[in-house]
């Protein structure tokens, strides 16, 4: 059954973005690389499976798969095997979602074996996207995936840089090498990938892909910001309702951004996320007064 939004909006599906020089489309709002894609969360059994459900009935089809052995983002290593294929492969979504997955470890070999497990593991071959975490050994594992997209194993690849003051290097890898995608973070809180590399990504025409929409300083503290604000009556101008399609749609509402990664262990917290990729975005001057009013706050 198609879970449409609450409200109705001239567009009854989630809005898309084209990946540059294809002919393919993303929807703008995907998961992001939860624990709960991990491990089997033992309060709620049905949750991740309710949460790929939630987000295929709203029209998107975007996942970032964990890392699934070696360390991830924040150091954490796990020795298991995710529970997110298996997971997909039983709702028969294998086809239709666009995985991506990310090289977290170092040394060329030990690359290209976790780039082997991310496919098991993710039971899809071949992978939609695949990434260098954070630009990590470029010289070992940017070859890996070229030598991957040339056999075919992959259909596009890129690099995810994050956190940082300036994007520097992200700049000239871009510039030098052209990848498909790039993910980065960005939001009010961290708008540096505004300045240089998303008006570059447009330019050069390549997707980019959000991170860390909900960030300030740890995971989540963009609600620690605004709790207990009241959201300005002037949101309701593009359609947004809550605090987290305020972020959403602030960053969505950069023409170089094709989707959004949002992490989440709340079904409800999915469905407000997902929502934002319904309605009206903001203009230039609206996302202008976005970003005086986050800071004022
Ligand atoms: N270098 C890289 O490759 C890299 C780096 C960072 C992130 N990423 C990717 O980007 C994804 C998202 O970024 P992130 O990890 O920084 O997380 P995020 O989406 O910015 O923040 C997640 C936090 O926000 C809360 N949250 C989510 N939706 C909410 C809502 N509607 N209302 C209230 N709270 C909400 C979540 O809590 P609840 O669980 O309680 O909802 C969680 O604490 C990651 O999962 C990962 O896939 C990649």
């Not at 998107?60 to 529970?83: C, H, M, W, Y």
């Not at 470890?105 to 993710?122: C, D, S």
């Not at 407000?272 to 986050?294: K, V």
Request: include cysteine; charge should be negative.
């Amino acid at each position: 059954m198609t879970m449409l939004p609450a409200r109705s909006f001239a567009q009854e599906t989630m809005r898309t973005r084209p990946i540059p020089g294809t002919n393919e489309t993303l929807p703008v709002i995907g998961l992001g690389a939860d624990q709960i894609f991990i491990q089997t969360p033992e309060e709620d059994k049905n949750l991740p499976k309710s949460i790929i459900q939630a987000m295929t009935d709203m029209g998107g089809r975007v996942i970032d798969t964990p890392a699934f052995f070696g360390a991830n983002e924040l150091g954490q290593t796990f020795s298991g095997k995710p529970i997110l294929g298996e997971l997909i492969t039983e709702m028969g979504l294998q086809e239709k979602l666009f995985l991506t997955g990310k090289i977290t470890v170092k040394g060329k070999e030990e690359g290209i074996a976790h780039l082997e497990k991310t496919e098991q593991y993710a039971n899809k071959r071949p992978m939609d996207l695949l990434l260098v975490h954070n630009m990590l050994e470029m010289n070992n594992h940017w070859p890996t995936l070229k030598a991957w997209k040339d056999s075919g194993r992959v259909r596009y690849i890129g690099t995810s840089l994050t956190r940082q003051k300036t994007y520097e290097g992200l700049e000239k890898f871009m510039k030098e090498e052209k990848p498909d995608f790039i993910l980065t973070g960005y939001s009010m809180a961290h708008p540096q990938a505004a300045e240089r590399v998303l008006p570059l990504a447009l330019d050069m025409g390549i997707a980019v892909i959000g991170a860390e929409p909900f960030k300030a300083v740890v995971d989540g503290a963009y609600f620690n910001v605004v709790a207990g604000k009241q959201l300005p009556e002037w949101a309701s101008e593009f359609d947004c309702e809550t605090w987290a399609q305020f972020s959403l749609k602030y960053i969505l509402s950069n023409p170089a951004m094709t989707c959004v990664l949002t992490e989440t262990s709340r079904l409800h917290h999915a469905k407000d996320n997902l929502m934002a990729g319904y309605g009206r975005l903001p203009d230039e001057t609206t996302r202008q007064r976005m970003s005086e009013h986050f800071r004022s706050l």
